[in-house]
C-alpha cells in the first residue's frame, strides 16, 4: 500500500468525520434550537426576546423547568413578578427538588414584597417576605449554604424586623463568600439594619 494511497484514505476519512460531526452538530431539535436562542437573549439581558423564545420552548415541551424557571427568572427582572411566580410554581410541581426554581422564585417573592411595602400594603409586603424566607429555607435545609441564598433570606428576615436572624445568615453570608463586591454589599446591608435597630420606633 503506497504511502499516498495511505495519506488518501486518512484525509477521506478525516473529511468524513469532521462531516459527521458537523451533521450532529447541526440537528439540534427545535426545541433546543429555541432553548439555545432563549438563553443567548437571556445572557445579554434581552428580558422580552427570552421569555419569548421561552415562550416557544415550552409551547413544545410545556414540561421544561430549565424554560420555566428562566423566563421566570426573565419575569422578575422585568417586575412582572405575579407571572416570575407562576413560572416557578410549575417547575417546582414538575421537580420539586429544583433549587434554582426555589432561589428564582424567592427573589420575586422578596421584590414583589418590597413592591407591596412602597405601595402601602404592609400586610401582603409580610406575607411575601415570609414566603422567600420559606423558598430560601427549604434550598439550605437541602444542605445546600449558597452566599446568595443567605443573603436574600437575611433581607426577607431584616424586612420582617427579625434582626437576630437577619443578622446571623448575613454574618454566615459573608463567610461563605469570597467575592469582595458581595462581602461589601453585605456589610452594607448590616450596617442599614444597625441604624435601623438604632432610629426610634414612630
Known amino acids: 500500500m503506497s504511502k499516498q494511497f495511505v495519506f ?3 484525509t477521506l476519512l478525516l473529511l468524513l468525520l ?3 460531526s458537523m451533521l450532529v452538530i447541526s440537528c439540534d431539535t427545535p426545541e433546543q434550537k429555541h432553548q439555545k436562542q432563549a438563553n443567548n437573549y437571556y445572557d445579554e439581558a434581552l428580558w422580552d426576546n427570552a421569555i419569548a423564545e421561552y415562550g416557544e420552548v415550552l409551547k413544545i415541551n410545556p414540561k421544561n423547568t430549565e424554560a420555566l424557571v428562566n423566563r421566570g427568572s426573565s419575569y422578575t427582572e422585568k417586575g412582572e413578578y405575579d407571572l416570575a411566580i407562576a413560572d416557578c410554581t410549575q417547575a417546582i410541581e414538575i421537580d ?3 433549587v434554582i426554581a426555589y432561589y ?3 427573589i420575586a417573592y422578596l421584590r ?7 405601595q402601602g400594603n404592609d400586610a401582603q409586603a409580610k406575607a411575601d417576605w415570609e414566603l ?3 423558598d430560601c429555607s427549604e434550598i439550605i435545609d437541602s444542605g445546600l449554604q449558597n452566599s446568595f441564598v443567605l443573603l ?3 433581607l426577607a428576615y431584616k424586612n420582617l424586623k427579625d434582626y437576630n436572624a437577619a443578622e446571623a445568615d448575613l454574618n454566615k453570608a459573608m463567610t461563605t463568600s469570597t467575592n469582595e463586591e458581595f462581602i461589601l454589599r453585605v456589610k452594607l446591608s448590616l450596617d442599614q439594619m444597625k441604624q435601623e435597630q438604632e432610629t426610634p420606633q414612630k
Open 112 to 118: 414583589r414584597g418590597d413592591l407591596y411595602k412602597a
Open 104 to 106: 428564582n422564585r424567592s
Open 132 to 134: 422567600a424566607i420559606k
Open 96 to 98: 420539586p427538588e429544583n
Open 18 to 20: 469532521i462531516s459527521g
Open 8 to 10: 488518501f484514505r486518512m
Open 152 to 154: 436574600h433570606r437575611g
